[in-house]
């Protein structure tokens, strides 16, 4: 028998056994953790921006004790390293890899290939190309950010958010996408093959977000995902893992952990590696209260965490940020609070304070078994 039961319903809030709250109020000089999650053979991170590491001295902090991974909430976005043609600013994912090796940490890249944050001037110059001229267009970025950050990047997301059912189309592909106007589907192949080809070392990945939830929505998503993985499979494209956004919203969605592993199951079936990249759990909707929201969101995030490191290929969770100092869900409007308070949505307050979401994530980590086989097939270990 697992070691977890699963969940027969929808996760009713606060229902699950509250998370200890001992460790959420232990000094900052415990272990932070990426300790927790190395114990499994996992990793644990946090999306930053060099701006933070520059100006705030204790996030900087907080993110090397709590991190062993990290990746860039938008400086490897195309908007922002080529706003004008063949002229780049990569300075910015610069400070944060140099950050990364100084510290022993690992890093992703996010993202070669996104239908969003591009340049002002590329969806106009794709529309005016050939397309051999398309096609270029897309693989230029991925020969100049690849071998940049050569040997320093141990995974890419080279495509970002691909599917989106509410968009109409009957293979559940986002239709409002330049990649796809362009090329049609063949971009995602095209995208995959030319990475392997500039540099194989790197674990490459289709991540996308809405896969989580017991809902029609991500229903309709995971069955988007699953039937773009087997026309991928069926043609050889080089994928290697499969990133799960997890961007919980509980206040909106309910959660079932029985779908949720069945899913993760049918992932791994593909012999692809997992991870959770983007992680944050909204509280909009949730009680005035703020321990008692804080209490809700650590039962909502063990769950979920519970399923995915149960399945011996999830070899890491990285958050949306660390601190909610910085989340963006306080400036999102339909996440932001109307009075003005911060999103209580990861792992450590506006403070740098430690909350039971901290804690949920390291007892979860705690719990997991040993990383599988099929996970760790890729990492260079």
């Known amino acids: 028998m697992k070691r ?11 229902a699950c056994s509250p998370v200890p709250s001992s460790r959420a109020e232990a000094s900052i000089s415990s272990e932070g953790l990426a300790a927790h999650a190395r114990r499994s053979g996992r990793y644990f991170g946090a999306a930053i921006k060099s701006r933070q590491l520059r100006e705030d001295p204790d996030f900087t902090a907080a993110v090397a004790r709590e991190c062993d991974m990290v990746v860039q909430e938008y400086e490897l976005k195309r908007g922002t390293t080529e706003p004008r043609p063949g002229k780049y600013d990569f300075s910015g994912a610069d400070q944060i890899i140099a950050f990364a090796q100084d510290h022993g940490m690992k890093a992703r890249g996010h993202a070669l290939v996104w239908y969003a944050a591009q340049p002002d001037w590329l969806e106009p110059a794709l529309k005016q190309a050939d397309l051999t001229g398309r096609e270029k267009l897309m693989t230029s970025y991925i020969d100049i950010a690849m071998p940049r950050y050569a040997g320093k990047i141990g995974e890419w997301d080279v495509v970002n958010e691909a599917i989106e059912p ?84 509980p206040y909106k969605e309910g959660f079932d952990q029985a779908v949720f592993a069945r899913f993760l199951e049918q992932l791994s079936g593909y012999g692809l590696a997992l991870s959770v990249t983007e992680f944050d759990v909204a509280d909009k909707g949730g ?64 403070q740098m304070r430690r909350k039971p979401l901290w804690d949920a994530i390291a007892s979860a980590f705690d719990a997991a078994p040993p990383i599988g086989r099929t996970a760790s097939r890729r990492t260079g270990a």
Not at 4 to 14: W, Y
Not at 305 to 332: E, K, T
């Open 166 to 249: 509410n968009d109409g189309r009957a293979d559940g592909m986002r239709a409002k996408s330049m990649w796809l106007d362009a090329l049609g589907e063949d971009y995602i192949d095209i995208a995959f093959h030319r990475a392997r080809e500039v540099d194989p070392r790197p674990m490459r990945f289709l991540t996308d977000f809405g896969l989580e939830h017991d809902s029609p929505r991500c229903e309709r998503r995971r069955t988007a995902m699953l039937k773009l993985l087997d026309r991928l499979m069926a043609r050889n494209v080089p994928v290697d893992a499969v990133g799960i956004q997890g961007h919980l919203k």
């Open 4 to 14: 977890r039961e699963f969940l027969a319903g929808a996760l009713a809030l606060g």
């Open 287 to 350: 009680p005035p209260n703020p321990d008692k929201r804080d209490g809700e969101i650590a039962s909502v995030a063990k769950a979920f965490l519970d399923v995915a490191l149960d399945n011996p290929a999830m070899r890491s969770v990285l958050c949306w940020g660390l601190s909610d100092r910085y989340s963006w869900l306080s400036n999102y409007p339909d996440y932001k609070w109307s009075d003005g308070q911060l999103s209580r949505v990861l792992p450590l307050d506006g």
